[in-house]
C-alpha cells in the first residue's frame, strides 16, 4: 500500500531565506509526482507535476526535484515571500489506469515577515 | 473557462440526515474524483467516476456513501444518515482523460455534522 510522508509538518521561516520541503513514498513505482499548495479554506492549487522519467521541473521560484528509486522527493522553494505561505502537499499517481491520487499529510509553511 | 466548482462550500447537518455535494468539472473534463480531508489528516482518496460510470470506489466507505456522474448534470456525492466522523472537507477533482494527468482541484465542501 502506497503511504506518503512529509517532513517537516511545519516550518517557520524569515522572509527571504530558501527553503526545502521533503516527500517521501513507499512504493517507487509511481506514475508521476505532484506538489499542490493549499491555502486555509480553499481548494488545491497544483504547482509542479514530475513525471516518473524526469528528475525535476522547475516555476518560476520553484523546483521540485524527484528520486522514484529512493523514493523522495523535494519542493525547493527560493528567496520565499509571506505569500508563499500555506500547506504544501505532495502527492502521488500509480498509474495511467489509476488515477487517484495518494497524498501527503503536508508542510505548513509560515513565512515571517 | 470556469475551474471546478462544488456546491454548498459549507453544509451543516444533524446526524441522521442526508448531505448531498455537487461538483460540476471544468468544462470539457469527463473524468470526476472525490476526496475526503479529514480535520489534521491528508486528503483521502474515494471514488473516480467517468460519465455514466464508476471507475474506482475503493476509497469509499460501504455504507451510507454513493457517488453518481450522470450523461447531464454534475456529479453528486451522497451521504445518509451522517454521523459526527463524516465532518470533513470533500473535494472534488477533474481531468480530462487519461492522456491528462494533471487534476484540478475544486474549492471544497465543508460538512459540518452536529
Known amino acids: 500500500k502506497q503511504e506518503v510522508t512529509q517532513i517537516p509538518a511545519a516550518l517557520s521561516v524569515p522572509e527571504g531565506e530558501n527553503l526545502v520541503l521533503n516527500c517521501s513514498f513507499t512504493d517507487s513505482a509511481i506514475y508521476n509526482l505532484q506538489w499542490f499548495r493549499q491555502d486555509p479554506g480553499k481548494g488545491l492549487t497544483s504547482l509542479l507535476l514530475i513525471q516518473s522519467s524526469q528528475r525535476e521541473q522547475t516555476s518560476g521560484r520553484l523546483n521540485a526535484s524527484l528520486d522514484k528509486s529512493s523514493g523522495r522527493s523535494t519542493l525547493y522553494i527560493a528567496a520565499s515571500q509571506p505569500g508563499d505561505s500555506a500547506t504544501y502537499l505532495c502527492?502521488?499517481?500509480?498509474?495511467?489506469?489509476?488515477?487517484?491520487?495518494?497524498f501527503g499529510t503536508g508542510t505548513r509553511l509560515t513565512v515571517i515577515p | 473557462n470556469a475551474g471546478v466548482m462544488q456546491n454548498p462550500r459549507h453544509l451543516v447537518r444533524r446526524r441522521g440526515q442526508e448531505a448531498r455535494l455537487r461538483c460540476s468539472p471544468m468544462?470539457?473534463?469527463?473524468?470526476v474524483y472525490w476526496y475526503r480531508q479529514l480535520p489534521e489528516e491528508g486528503l483521502k482518496f474515494m471514488v473516480y467516476l467517468q460519465k455514466e460510470n464508476i471507475i474506482d470506489e475503493s476509497g469509499m466507505p460501504k455504507e451510507r456513501f454513493s457517488a453518481e456522474f450522470p450523461k447531464e448534470g454534475p456529479s453528486i456525492l451522497r451521504i445518509q444518515q451522517v454521523v459526527r466522523g463524516d465532518s470533513a472537507a470533500y473535494f472534488c477533482a477533474s481531468s480530462p482523460g487519461l492522456a491528462s494527468e494533471t487534476q484540478y482541484f475544486g474549492p471544497g465542501t465543508r460538512l459540518l455534522v452536529l
Open positions: 468544462k470539457g473534463h469527463s473524468h
Open positions: 502527492a502521488v499517481s500509480l498509474g495511467s489506469g489509476a488515477n487517484n491520487l495518494f
